[in-house]
């Protein structure tokens, strides 16, 4: 775990790969299911709150690379993500009011970080309804 990081806020994200370092806090994950293919397991979902409290940001773990992932994800965690892909996220696929979705790829890097990271880690530490509002929200 660090004890410090500099990092970018989702506005900053550019599409592409990124060598840039986010971090945010790590709301919960999900198993996402290809219906079509006799609902063939594809990958992990995971929700993101920046550090504005009220924004929320999706990525996605493809298949081959969850075991290696999920080893890093705990709710209510604060994590630094470092060599991720930004990609315009398909409204079909759409769970947040952002435009952009964090892929994981083989580079990705994700550390727990142990800081006062300002308004994340009040945000983590918040009444769980009020995340739960905040995450179901930006689902509508």
């Not at 630094?80 to 790829?105: A, G, N, Q, W």
Request: with cysteine.
């Amino acid at each position: 775990p660090q004890t410090g990081v500099r990092h970018s806020i989702f506005e900053s994200l550019c599409l592409g790969r990124s060598s840039q370092s986010i971090a945010f806090g790590f709301l919960r994950l999900w198993d996402s299911l290809n219906f079509k293919k006799d609902i063939e397991f594809v990958g992990i979902t995971v929700l993101f709150l920046d550090e504005k409290v009220n924004s929320v940001i999706h990525g996605f773990t493809p298949v081959g690379l969850t075991n290696h992932y999920m080893l890093f994800l705990k709710a209510g965690s604060i994590v630094k993500v470092d060599h991720f892909e930004v990609v315009r996220c398909s409204s079909m696929y759409k769970i947040t009011d952002h435009p952009f979705l964090i892929r994981f790829i083989s580079l990705t890097i994700i550390d727990e970080v142990i800081t006062d990271c300002s308004t994340i880690s009040k945000a983590l530490t918040s009444p769980k309804k009020q995340l739960e509002s905040l995450s179901v929200s930006s689902l509508i």
